[in-house]
């Protein structure tokens, strides 16, 4: 009896295992070597999909950006009341691995590619929300722009800060701002 072929590691295994990666070691589980162990796969699977580090690490950043962006923002439009979009898109963001966001940050401190690919996400982010917060009509144009870099500094900074709080009340902390910003206003 034979045993069945490994199965083939594709670009977006390579990709979900960068992730997994940046989120366990930081930047430093991202050389060649320690992804072609954590995969059990050889250098040469690797460079079968990436000439050099440097691709992978600007395809893991598209990727970041893809899943962690992108794809929240097509689901909110996607089916999503108008009204209930920034209430689905903060429930969404609280529900990912925030220590992918902080490795992604680690990582564009040490590569230009990766920090202008997060500059970019940045602006993207911030002008969704700017956008919604535009359109829920509680706002002029200044105060949406205004709110938006405020709630997303927040978003940031809560993943970014040593506040000594476990990963659960890190979201349990800032889905309680998320609840404040958006109650309605009393009188």
């Not at 893991?60 to 209930?84: F, I, S």
């Amino acid at each position: 009896m034979t045993s069945p072929a490994p199965r083939r590691f594709r670009l977006n295994d390579w990709l979900a295992l960068g992730l997994d990666a940046l989120a366990e070691q930081g930047p430093a589980g991202l050389t060649i070597e320690a992804l072609c162990r954590r995969a059990g796969k050889t250098k040469g699977s690797f460079y079968a999909h990436f000439p050099a580090i440097e691709a992978f690490l600007a395809a893991l950043a598209a990727h970041w950006r893809e899943t962690y962006t992108l794809r929240l923002m097509q689901e909110v439009e996607n089916g999503v009341p108008t009204q209930d979009r920034l209430i689905a898109l903060d429930r969404m963001a609280l529900a990912l691995d925030f220590r992918v966001e902080q490795g992604m940050r680690r990582l564009a401190q040490l590569d230009p590619g990766v920090a202008t690919t997060c500059a970019e996400v940045d602006r993207e982010r911030v002008a969704y929300l700017e956008m919604l917060h535009g359109e829920s009509g509680r706002f002029t144009a200044e105060e949406a722009l205004a709110l938006a870099r405020v709630e997303y500094a927040a978003y940031i900074g809560f993943q970014q800060l040593d506040l000594g709080l476990s990963p659960q009340d890190l979201h349990d902390c800032y889905g309680s701002f998320m609840r404040l910003l958006h109650r309605p206003a009393s009188g």
